[in-house]
């Protein structure tokens, strides 16, 4: 049973990482229909981003994520500015446009950081918790924590806000918005930062967990990518219980079949596809003519 809960708890942090990036995914695809294949160098560049405001620049953790998630950001709406034109012209040279700016940003990672990599210290006490004796990592319960605070977060601000209702209004259908006087391209670039802020939020929080290196974001991205269809490409609700799942079932799989386990994880994901392939909880996305 301590095994069992341990390897619990220590899936679920990796899960509400797997589900940050899942967001990330989903809100783009939610408002504008489109998969955005830079994410994933997104999630490497906000993990970058973060370890060397916190490591170079001596800021503290929380404040260092912060400040990539600007960073990132801010990036996300130089993409979104620079792709807009595609939009109304050929969407599908907008989604291979995403794949460029992948590349553009794995590439300026490599001279920025170099190709080596680093490893980051955990910000809080390394000695694990003992609670009735099971072992827990203190920082994968700071990596829950944050992240049950941003998806909060996210969740009231498309549910209790105007900018939000605007974002679901657009989602809903792309045309009738624009009909009632909702700036879509605002709207799209909202989606775009979010989504970049998201996935920096992830990239920070992995960064004390795994080695960051300029080929992060293709593991967590393709992760993040699986976790987002599971739950039902486009749904909210589902990026987060895809994440959890798809976190859960790799270290499940990690401690049975060890150097197998992502094996294991995308022929349980392909089944689960193949019987529902709308995902758990359907599909949202924007109607397009």
Same mark, same amino acid.
């Given at each position: 049973?301590?095994?069992?809960?341990?390897?619990?708890?220590?899936?679920?942090?990796?899960?509400?990482?797997?589900?940050?990036?899942a967001?990330?995914?989903?809100?783009?695809?939610?408002?504008?229909?489109?998969?955005?294949?830079?994410?994933?160098?997104?999630?490497?560049?906000?993990?970058?981003?973060?370890?060397?405001?916190?490591?170079?620049?001596?800021?503290?953790?929380?404040?260092?994520?912060?400040?990539?998630?600007?960073?990132?950001?801010? $990036? /996300?709406?130089?993409?979104?500015?620079?792709?807009?034109?595609?939009?109304?012209?050929?969407?599908d040279?907008?989604?291979?446009?995403?794949? %460029?700016?992948?590349?553009?940003?794995?590439?300026?990672a490599?001279? $920025?950081?170099?190709?080596?990599?680093?490893?980051?210290?955990?910000?809080?006490?390394?000695?694990? !918790?003992?609670?009735?004796?099971?072992?827990?990592?203190?920082?994968?319960?700071?990596v829950l924590?944050?992240?049950?605070?941003?998806?909060? !977060?996210?969740?009231?601000?498309?549910?209790?806000?105007?900018?939000?209702?605007?974002?679901?209004?657009?989602?809903?259908?792309?045309?009738?918005?624009? /009909?009632?006087?909702?700036?879509?391209?605002?709207?799209?670039?909202?989606?775009?930062?979010?989504? *970049? +802020?998201?996935?920096?939020?992830?990239? +920070?929080?992995?960064g004390?967990?795994?080695?960051?290196? #300029?080929?992060?974001? %293709?593991?967590?991205?393709?992760?993040?990518?699986? *976790?987002?269809?599971?739950?039902?490409? %486009?749904?909210?609700?589902? /990026?987060?219980?895809?994440?959890?799942?798809?976190? $859960?079932?790799?270290?499940?799989?990690?401690?049975?079949?060890?150097?197998?386990?992502?094996?294991?994880?995308?022929?349980?994901?392909?089944? $689960?596809?193949?019987v529902? #392939?709308?995902?758990?909880?359907?599909?949202?996305?924007?109607?397009?003519?």
């Amino acid at each position: 049973m301590q095994v069992f809960l341990q390897t619990l708890v220590g899936g679920l942090s990796f899960g509400a990482v797997y589900a940050l990036v899942a967001m990330g995914f989903s809100i783009v695809y939610r408002t504008m229909g489109l998969v955005n294949f830079a994410h994933g160098q997104v999630v490497m560049v906000g993990a970058y981003a973060a370890s060397t405001f916190y490591m170079s620049s001596r800021l503290p953790f929380v404040l260092a994520i912060v400040v990539a998630m600007v960073v990132t950001g801010l $990036i /996300a709406l130089v993409m979104e500015r620079v792709l807009r034109p595609l939009e109304n012209k050929d969407f599908d040279l907008m989604l291979i446009g995403t794949i %460029g700016f992948g590349v553009v940003l794995e590439s300026l990672a490599t001279i $920025i950081w170099g190709a080596t990599g680093r490893a980051v210290p955990t910000p809080v006490d390394s000695q694990p !918790l003992d609670v009735f004796g099971v072992r827990i990592r203190t920082y994968s319960l700071v990596v829950l924590g944050i992240a049950a605070v941003a998806t909060v !977060l996210l969740l009231l601000f498309l549910q209790r806000t105007k900018r939000g209702a605007a974002m679901q209004a657009v989602a809903m259908d792309h045309e009738a918005a624009t /009909a009632v006087g909702i700036h879509v391209g605002r709207s799209n670039a909202i989606a775009f930062a979010i989504g *970049a +802020g998201l996935a920096a939020l992830a990239g +920070g929080l992995v960064g004390p967990l795994l080695y960051v290196s #300029p080929t992060l974001g %293709g593991t967590l991205g393709i992760k993040g990518f699986a *976790a987002a269809i599971l739950g039902g490409f %486009g749904n909210i609700t589902g /990026a987060i219980v895809g994440g959890l799942a798809i976190g $859960i079932l790799d270290s499940f799989a990690a401690g049975v079949f060890q150097g197998y386990s992502d094996l294991v994880v995308f022929l349980v994901f392909t089944v $689960i596809v193949m019987v529902k #392939p709308t995902g758990l909880f359907g599909e949202r996305t924007v109607t397009r003519a």
